[in-house]
């Protein structure tokens, strides 16, 4: 049997039990006045009942008579109302932050400590992310994705701390080494970047695009695809990039290169030192404005018994109330 006929049954039995509970009292009480005026016949009865406080007491026997009566069967009527199951309905449009974030981290050798920064920040900013979708590509000498775009957060948190780990090796080959060393070179920084940018879907949607690019711009080795060229490929898909160096130095910074790489795009490229840090620059790129994307309205339907529930309480309450009344 359904919850709903369930609720309907019982609400309907409770009802009656309460009706039935107010014949058997009042047919009781009069019962039992009829048996006392049988037992103890007055004589001149007409002359007691022609007395003013004799009439009062009759009235008001009478209104409580007539109270229970109405009380009852408003009792009867709200319980019917809450076995009804009253509901209300509350049109909903979903939302969802159109921000997608692309990590792209270069994992030769000299950058394992700043992707473990990076990747340890976005690990610690998933609690407070809602619909911003998160990727992860690495490159060396080829690029790997390791996780698509995606508000799965339990799947990236598992991913991020995985690739994580793996910088923290002993022996055997690391996670984080197979599939980027595919090629000849090291840090090939436009083959990388052109690899994140095409992990970006959904174009004709309008939504923040960004890349997180991570590299100490050491190229070692020819590309297939330019620094230049894989920018202005970023540049066409509305794509910002943002570049971390972490090469140190008192005048280490970004390159002219990587930086006119990054402006062509709106993004900018930053030094990593003692005054700038992942968390700042992360912070930044969420300062982005991001669409807000609404989904198909949806009608939901809720039960909303509590008022209904309330009301059947009083005029329940008013029933003990009048019964002691008479009872007296």
Request: with cysteine; aromatic share 6%.
């Amino acid at each position: 049997m359904e919850l709903a006929n369930i609720w309907m049954l019982v609400g309907a039995v409770f009802a009656a039990l309460i009706a039935v509970g107010v014949g058997l009292l009042v047919g009781l009480r009069r019962r039992r006045a009829d048996a006392a005026a049988d037992a103890a016949p007055i004589a001149r009865a007409e002359r007691l009942r022609a007395l003013p406080s004799f009439r009062q007491a009759v009235r008001r026997r009478a209104l409580a008579l007539a109270g229970l009566l109405a009380l009852a069967s408003v009792t009867v009527l709200l319980a019917g109302v809450v076995a009804a199951r009253p509901m209300s309905s509350q049109t909903i449009q979903p939302v969802n932050t159109s921000r997608d974030i692309m990590l792209c981290l270069d994992v030769s050798g000299s950058m394992s400590d700043v992707d473990v920064e990076v990747l340890t920040v976005f690990d610690e900013l998933l609690d407070g992310f809602e619909g911003e979708r998160i990727g992860l590509t690495i490159f060396n000498s080829s690029a790997v994705q390791i996780f698509p775009l995606t508000d799965d957060y339990d799947f990236v948190r598992e991913h991020l701390q995985r690739i994580r780990e793996s910088f923290d090796y002993a022996e055997g080959i690391p996670e984080h080494w197979v599939g980027t060393l595919n090629g000849s070179g090291a840090s090939l920084i436009g083959d990388g970047l052109a690899s994140c940018a095409v992990g970006f879907d959904h174009e004709g949607d309008e939504r923040s695009r960004s890349i997180i690019l991570a590299t100490d711009n050491e190229v070692n080795g020819a590309s297939i695809v330019t620094l230049e060229e894989a920018a202005a490929y970023a540049a066409s898909k509305q794509i910002r990039v943002f570049a971390l160096n972490p090469v140190e130095g008192k005048d280490a910074g970004p390159s002219a290169e990587l930086i006119a790489a990054a402006e062509a795009t709106g993004g900018a490229a930053f030094g990593l030192r003692e005054t700038t840090t992942v968390d700042d620059i992360v912070a930044q790129v969420q300062e982005q404005e991001a669409t807000e994307l609404r989904g198909q309205a949806q009608v939901v339907w809720s039960d909303q018994p509590n008022l209904w529930i309330v009301l059947l309480v009083l005029p329940v309450l008013g029933l003990v109330v009048v019964l002691w009344r008479v009872r007296l």
